[in-house]
């Protein structure tokens, strides 16, 4: 069993072919590129999985991804090349079966057994000695391999590890990068805030200092108890704080733009502010319609597809929300695969499209409302520079500081200059917290 995990990873008839999925998985993550959320969502393989064996097969997968370098280094030590094995479909079986041998508690017979038989089953039969070989040399040799590995150099992107220490020095971003790599607890937002200390005892977890519930155990969210009697939704501490930065809006509008999933949607909506949701994804906008149905917030939320770079409301706004689409590298625990398929090309790209939407999103906030910014990106290319820029073009805003009673005490996370900025290993005490930056403007009268 993994630490801390509560998940039965003990071998049982099922394990073979829930090694097939997680293989099938890895391939359409790293080859085809395809966000692993998302497979977990369509891939029918994995659907059909019994649930101790999803638990087991996301576990691995995502171990994978995100300890990817350090298993790569493994493989290349234990093979003795210089190169990773071909056909990628070889590297990512060996990949899945070395994560359980170094990363997973599971008992090396049971990994290189059912790594042979896998091989077998999916092509690779000539390759089986070489398998056998590779695995059984991590197996005696990989645990002290990896007391010896720099993992922040290692599993982080070369050209994402120089952008954090060009942005916070060596030290901080050595400690963003190994923050990064550890899985984040499950954090819940509640509907009605007032009874977090009872739902933390009916869920066992604890209320944070910015209000969320959380889950050091994870589990199985739809079977916790409030999740169909939409009590709650999943959303990380970090995210919930940018829509409690407008105080009380009961009865007053808001648009919430780039609004899908929804989980900001709904904290707004729950709130009792009529809500205002804009997203040009139509089917992004689906989840969200069936996330406020399950919560029953529905009523409270009105729905557009549109591009919020040119999008015009029918009267200036007093208050917006701007969630802006990033790179989501303060996500990488959550989501391991950002460091997989996010891209210098990529940032750029969306660094484009964020300063579109805020220069868009001052033009139809009314004179005297309020623009909230936020990015779960952690570069301040995404975050504190886009600010600098707007401000420095003469926009007719000014910041409106945070103060630290807004945001639980946690003013060690409050910039100089009113901002927030959240990283991954604040709070890491009580299991850290996603990246994320917050930034509160004022429109001019």
């Not at 959320?37 to 369509?42: A, F, M, N, R, S």
């Not at 990363?103 to 089986?128: C, H, I």
């Not at 599993?155 to 994402?160: E, F, K, T």
């Not at 990064?180 to 607890?185: C, G, I, N, Q």
Request: glycine share 8%.
């Amino acid at each position: 069993m993994t630490a801390g995990s509560g998940i039965d990873i003990s071998p049982h008839p099922e394990r073979p072919a829930s090694r097939r999925v997680a293989l099938d998985m890895l391939m359409l993550v790293l080859e085809r590129r395809q966000p692993f959320d998302q497979v977990l969502q369509e891939e029918k393989s994995f659907r059909a999985l019994a649930g101790r064996d999803r638990a087991f097969v996301r576990m691995l997968t995502a171990t994978t991804l995100r300890r990817c370098g350090q298993i790569d280094d493994a493989i290349l030590k234990a093979s003795g090349k210089a190169e990773l094995p071909r056909p990628f479909l070889l590297n990512n079986l060996l990949r899945l079966a070395v994560t359980q041998l170094l990363f997973m508690s599971v008992p090396d017979y049971a990994v290189v057994d059912t790594a042979v038989r896998l091989a077998k089953d999916v092509g690779l039969e000539r390759q089986k000695g070489f398998i056998n070989a590779v695995l059984r040399h991590v197996a005696r040799e990989g645990k002290a391999w990896v007391a010896v590995q720099d993992e922040a150099r290692l599993n982080i992107p070369g050209w994402l590890m120089d952008i954090w220490i060009a942005d916070y020095g060596p030290q901080v971003a050595a400690e963003i990068a190994r923050s990064s790599l550890v899985e984040a607890p499950l954090d819940i937002t509640l509907k009605d805030p007032v009874h977090a200390a009872a739902w933390a005892e009916t869920l066992g977890g604890d209320v944070l200092p910015t209000g969320s519930v959380r889950r050091m155990s994870g589990g199985a969210v739809r079977e916790l108890p409030g999740y169909e009697d939409g009590m709650w939704w999943v959303q990380d501490t970090a995210a919930a704080v940018p829509v409690r930065l407008f105080g009380d809006i009961a009865g007053e509008t808001v648009i919430d733009i780039c609004a899908a999933p929804g989980g900001k949607t709904a904290q707004l909506a729950a709130s009792g502010a009529r809500v205002l949701a804009i997203d040009r994804s139509t089917q992004r906008l689906k989840r969200l319609g069936e996330n406020l149905r399950r919560l029953r917030l529905e009523k409270n939320v009105t729905v557009e597809a549109a591009d919020a770079t040119v999008w015009r409301p029918r009267e200036p706004a007093a208050r917006i929300l701007l969630d802006v689409p990033c790179t989501a590298t303060g996500t990488i625990r959550r989501h391991p695969d950002v460091m997989h398929l996010k891209t210098p090309r990529d940032m750029q790209g969306l660094m484009d499209v964020q300063a579109r939407l805020l220069e868009n999103a001052v033009q139809i906030l009314a004179p005297g409302g309020t623009l909230i910014y936020c990015t779960c990106s952690l570069q301040k290319a995404e975050g504190e520079s886009q600010i600098e820029k707007l401000l420095a073009s003469g926009a007719p805003v000014a910041r409106l500081p945070v103060t630290a009673a807004e945001i639980g005490g946690l003013d060690f996370t409050i910039t100089e200059k009113g901002e927030v900025r959240f990283l991954p290993f604040h709070l890491a005490g009580q299991g850290g917290i996603d990246g994320f930056f917050i930034s509160r403007l004022r429109k001019h009268p």
